[in-house]
Every structure is written in structure tokens, then in C-alpha cells.
């Protein structure tokens, strides 16, 4: 913990409640992210863990408490807004432009760094290399490709925005296990360069594998926290999460 203490906190969530409609989802959720660090959400079915991380997007708004990104508040800011301050977002279900080309896809994430195409071309071939798949199919359409090889499309189209935080949603959902196992590797890798995560994931497993701490919903509340060891180690998450029958 001496070690967290002397980074910056990047992103701050404040008791924050979030409704849709009359139905409250969050109630009083509090999370921060260190710079350079991995934090994970876990919990099971309408939890509200993917509503965290919407509120972080701007896709709801909290009616109660603040989301602070380095320091400056962002939870009344709209999507556009938070995501040119420097956040990238790896959406549940992937949501690649169909009949875009692969390549087209993956420079849409480099968008707000047009203006610097020596580093972008430089950065895409870099996203080549993690992922050859991609440069065999660069001028294919993303909607003909598998959901594996559509998850690495917006893994790297997320890291071509060179975000300070990236925001993951699922990312194993739907995934043969040669697949999540790859795109486990790509995030270890992401991770030790430094990048700065918020992940939700239904495989509690491997998320508490690459996290370094997590925070466990439950109907909307935060009923646990601590380091992914201490949470990996815990009999009633074992049970919960990391048993046969791990909850989604």
C-alpha cells in the first residue's frame, strides 16, 4: 500500500449513486484508480458493475457524489468530453463498425492525434505486431470477422488513443478460451508497460490475475475491497466467483 501512496490517484468515483428511471442502481459506490495501476469490478448479474464504469464514461450521469480523472471533476461532462481528456473505452460486445475496413476501424481510435500521423503510422504497426491477425485482414471488413479477432480490433483501436485511463467492459464475453487467453496476455503486457486500468469482467479468475486490487458489487453497493490477493484468497469469493459455477 506504501506503493499506491506514492502515485497519483488517476481516477476518483465519490459515493456515487446512479437511477435509471425510477430503479436505482448505484448506491453510495466509492472505487479509485492509481496511476499505473489495474483495479477490477467484480460482481454478479445487475450488480451494477457495468453502470460503474458507464458513469465513468458519461453514459449515465450520477444523480448523487463526483467522478474526478486527475483531479478534475468529469461526471456532469458528456462522453466526447471525457474521452478527449484522455479516457479509452473497450466496450462490452465489441461494437467494431461493420463495414468499415479493419484498418479504417483502428485509425478511428488514433482520431485525436490526426494531427501527429508520423507517431500514428508509427503506433499502428506497433498494433500489427501485438496483433498479426490484424494486419492480415487490415483491408477486410471488421463485420466479417470472428468475435475473437473483432475483441483484439477494439483492444487496439482503444490503444491508439493513447489513453491515460482505459475502461474494459467484459472482455473475455463470448470468447473461445484461445482467444481470452491472448487477450489476457495483451493486457498483462499493456499493465507492466504502465497503462492505467479499470476493468469489469465476469471471469473473476483472471481478472483477479492481472488486477491489483478489486472492488466486489453487489445490488448496486461495494461489499467488499482489497488487494486481488487478499480478495483471490477469501472463502466467500472463492465460492461467489472462482468456483465451477463462477457467477457472470
Request: aromatic content about 6%; some cysteine; proline content about 4%.
Given at each position: 500500500?506504501?506503493?499506491?501512496?506514492?502515485?497519483?490517484?488517476?481516477?476518483?468515483?465519490?459515493?456515487?449513486?446512479?437511477?435509471?428511471?425510477?430503479?436505482?442502481?448505484?448506491?453510495?459506490?466509492?472505487?479509485?484508480?492509481?496511476?499505473?495501476?489495474?483495479?477490477?469490478?467484480?460482481?454478479?448479474?445487475?450488480?451494477?458493475?457495468?453502470?460503474?464504469?458507464?458513469?465513468?464514461?458519461?453514459?449515465?450521469?450520477?444523480?448523487?457524489?463526483?467522478?474526478?480523472?486527475?483531479?478534475?471533476?468529469?461526471?456532469?461532462?458528456?462522453?466526447?468530453?471525457?474521452?478527449?481528456?484522455?479516457?479509452?473505452?473497450?466496450?462490452?460486445?465489441?461494437?467494431?463498425?461493420?463495414?468499415?475496413?479493419?484498418?479504417?476501424?483502428?485509425?478511428?481510435?488514433?482520431?485525436?492525434?490526426?494531427?501527429?500521423?508520423?507517431?500514428?503510422?508509427?503506433d499502428l504497426e506497433q498494433v500489427f505486431k501485438v496483433f498479426p491477425r490484424?494486419?492480415?485482414?487490415?483491408?477486410?471488413?471488421?463485420?466479417?470477422?470472428?468475435?475473437?479477432?473483432?475483441?483484439?480490433?477494439?483492444?487496439?483501436?482503444?490503444?491508439?488513443?493513447?489513453?491515460?485511463?482505459?475502461?474494459?467492459?467484459?472482455?473475455?464475453?463470448?470468447?473461445?478460451?484461445?482467444?481470452?487467453?491472448?487477450?489476457?496476455?495483451?493486457?498483462?503486457?499493456?499493465?507492466?508497460a504502465g497503462l492505467t486500468i479499470l476493468i469489469v469482467e465476469q471471469n473473476?479468475?483472471?481478472?483477479?490475475?492481472?488486477?491489483?486490487?478489486?472492488?466486489?458489487?453487489?445490488?448496486?453497493?461495494?461489499?467488499?475491497?482489497?488487494?486481488?490477493?487478499?480478495?483471490?484468497a477469501d472463502e466467500s469469493i472463492q465460492r461467489a466467483y472462482l468456483g465451477?459455477?463462477?457467477?457472470?
Amino acid at each position: 500500500m506504501h506503493v499506491l501512496a506514492e502515485k497519483a490517484v488517476r481516477l476518483r468515483i465519490d459515493a456515487v449513486d446512479v437511477y435509471y428511471g425510477a430503479v436505482q442502481a448505484l448506491f453510495g459506490v466509492s472505487i479509485s484508480v492509481h496511476g499505473g495501476e489495474v483495479v477490477a469490478v467484480l460482481g454478479g448479474n445487475a450488480s451494477g458493475k457495468s453502470t460503474t464504469l458507464k458513469s465513468v464514461l458519461g453514459l449515465v450521469h450520477p444523480t448523487r457524489g463526483e467522478i474526478h480523472l486527475d483531479g478534475q471533476r468529469i461526471d456532469r461532462l458528456s462522453t466526447p468530453d471525457i474521452i478527449d481528456r484522455g479516457v479509452g473505452s473497450v466496450p462490452e460486445g465489441r461494437r467494431v463498425f461493420p463495414r468499415m475496413s479493419v484498418r479504417e476501424n483502428l485509425l478511428l481510435g488514433a482520431y485525436p492525434r490526426r494531427h501527429d500521423p508520423k507517431h500514428v503510422a508509427d503506433d499502428l504497426e506497433q498494433v500489427f505486431k501485438v496483433f498479426p491477425r490484424l494486419k492480415e485482414r487490415s483491408q477486410q471488413a471488421a463485420g466479417t470477422l470472428s468475435g475473437g479477432e473483432q475483441q483484439m480490433l477494439v483492444l487496439g483501436r482503444a490503444w491508439l488513443r493513447r489513453p491515460s485511463l482505459l475502461c474494459i467492459d467484459e472482455p473475455s464475453m463470448g470468447l473461445s478460451p484461445r482467444f481470452v487467453d491472448q487477450v489476457y496476455e495483451v493486457l498483462a503486457g499493456w499493465k507492466a508497460a504502465g497503462l492505467t486500468i479499470l476493468i469489469v469482467e465476469q471471469n473473476a479468475r483472471l481478472a483477479l490475475e492481472l488486477a491489483d486490487r478489486a472492488y466486489v458489487l453487489q445490488h448496486g453497493h461495494v461489499i467488499r475491497e482489497g488487494t486481488a490477493a487478499e480478495l483471490a484468497a477469501d472463502e466467500s469469493i472463492q465460492r461467489a466467483y472462482l468456483g465451477e459455477s463462477e457467477v457472470a
